[in-house]
């Protein structure tokens, strides 16, 4: 493996991560001996920020941004890649979750990809993947919604609502030259549309997606009302998005 992963910065996006994010970040930094952490705190009420900042204060490896209010997953995000996109010492940028639904151990392998493409999704939905823990209904909502937005973005990532990302910079910072409407899953399957669109190499990798064992779930139906009008709308708004020459 090269020495890549010695500019990579996690990002963890928490509100009400609590029990999680002392597990979470231990393993990755454990994971990935050389990378670091940068946890995007929503103004947690149980106390997530005063704890991440506590953490920050014994290591180096774990930086901390705290946003006065919660204003959802991709605003979250956007805020951390803008800030990372300053710094000209990191080369990848990982999205993933607090709460152990994105496996840590597939990190390596997810990176290594990285030397080859400029976006790698960790993939519930091509041969190799799938989710545990979670009932029939919640599974078919997933499918669908993946579906829907494959067809309506005419992309071939299965995965499009995945939210287990590693991206170059150079593939990010074009991206965020464009206006990003989506929050939530939504804002998954418009950055790695935008990124599809400009000509980027997108790959996916297999991931056991495994639902939280602790902590309350951030889904609820807004965000899927959210993501039936707001797929198309991606679609019409960047119809003029044209690849690199």
Known sequence: MSDIHQQTVICLPTYNELENLPRITTVILETLPQASILV???????????????????????????????????????????????????????????????????????????????????????????????????????????LYARVWLSLPVRDLTGGFKVWRREMLGKVLQYPIIGGGYVFQAETTFLASRLGGRVTEMPIMFTDREMGISKMSAGIAFEASWRVPLIRWKNRDVKRDA
């Open 40 to 146: 995007i705190d929503d103004n947690s009420p149980d106390g997530t920020g005063d704890l991440a900042e506590q953490m920050a204060m014994g290591t180096s490896r774990i930086s901390v941004l705290r946003r006065a209010r919660k204003e959802g997953l991709g605003r979250a995000y956007l805020n951390a890649f803008r800030i990372l996109l300053d710094r000209p010492d990191v080369a990848l940028i990982v999205q993933m979750d607090a709460d152990f639904s994105h496996p840590p151990a597939r990190l390596p392998q997810m990176i290594q990809a990285a030397e080859q493409a400029d976006l790698v999704i960790g993939s519930r939905y091509v041969p190799g993947g799938g989710i545990r823990n979670w009932g029939i209904h919640r599974r078919l909502i997933s499918r669908f919604g993946s």
